[in-house]
């Protein structure tokens, strides 16, 4: 039996300073991807969409419903829509008239909390 105990106490020893080796050596988790932005619009125009978003909260709008927040830039309209989106989102009553009869030609959709969903 003292033989038996002299031969396992090495291997355990062995055999747990060996996976303690590799836990210190394992990589740490990657970080989650950063958000992609689109590049597309131009600064201005976010900033604009941006600062409007901000005056209408200001007002007590309530962006929870998708309002249109109107015109940021010639050609552009900021509209606020759900995120992810919804098939509500794609109805034309939901989305801002200018873009709709071709006044404008593009538009910056935020979500309620005013992140960037896309532009178009």
Known sequence: MR???????PVLFLTACSKSASL???KPPN??????????????????????????KAQGTNLSNGPCLGTVAPDWVADIANNPRQPVDEEPQNQC??????????????DPDGKLIREY
């Open 3 to 9: 033989k038996f105990l002299l031969l396992i106490f």
């Open 24 to 26: 210190s050596q394992s």
């Open 31 to 56: 970080p989650p991807p950063l958000p992609v932005t689109n590049t597309k619009v131009p600064d201005d125009v976010l900033k604009n969409a941006l600062n409007l978003y901000a005056q209408k």
């Open 97 to 110: 008239a200018d873009f709709q009869n071709g006044n404008a030609h593009h538009f910056i959709e935020l």
